[in-house]
């Protein structure tokens, strides 16, 4: 859904890249920085409180800010590598994998809930990366790509509602995957 609005707001996103540029922080730099970000972020979920709940959503925002500057970065200063691309999508991974630990151990949901939103938040990532290895474009496929899923589930926490954004999470991931999933399958079959 984003991937559109991505579209519109790509000019934006470039000036934001030239001028983080100007920090002389490389592309890596960004994408260690959101995962800092991730860190901080899970460790306010696992604190749970009123206050601490809102600082976890700030964070998760300002770590899903700093994944959008790595990239506009890596572009501003022609600095776009597989290498960069590669860890850019593994740590996106690991914070994924932070942020829904601090919430597990911050007890907001049920620990199997925790792990079926993380599990096929990372299966739309497998998938992607996956049905992509095979030749089938897969970026924009579905609803609940990371972006809207971190905004969701920041948007939730900041108003106090951490167990709905699970929720939202897990519903969206799994629409996603099995999106994804039957867009994949089919795609392969036309093609063979």
């Known amino acids: 859904m984003l991937n559109r ?17 100007k920090t002389h922080i490389p592309p890596s730099g960004w994408t260690a ?15 749970r409180g009123v206050s601490t709940t809102i600082f976890a959503g700030v964070m998760l925002l300002l770590a899903g800010f700093f994944d959008v500057v790595d990239g506009a970065v890596a572009r501003a200063t022609n600095r776009v590598s597989k290498v960069g691309a590669f860890l850019d999508s593994s ?8 942020i829904f630990t601090g919430i597990m151990l911050g007890g907001y949901a049920p620990t199997y809930l925790v792990l079926l939103a993380l599990s096929f ?34 948007a939730l926490t900041l108003v106090g509602f951490v167990y ?28 063979s």
């Open 33 to 47: 920085l959101s995962l800092v970000a991730a860190l901080v972020s899970s460790y306010f979920y696992a604190a």
């Open 121 to 154: 938040s990372l299966l739309v990532s497998y998938s992607r990366a996956r049905g992509e290895s095979l030749g089938v474009r897969v970026f924009g496929v579905g609803i609940g790509e990371r972006a809207e899923r971190i905004i969701v589930l920041a």
């Open 91 to 98: 740590l996106d991974r690991l914070t994924e994998v932070v």
């Open 5 to 21: 609005l991505r579209q519109i707001i790509e000019p934006l996103t470039a000036k934001i890249g030239a001028a983080a540029a």
């Open 164 to 191: 709905l954004g699970i929720i939202a999470v897990l519903v969206l991931a799994l629409i996603t995957y099995i999106h994804r999933l039957i867009y994949v399958v089919n795609a392969l079959e036309r093609s």
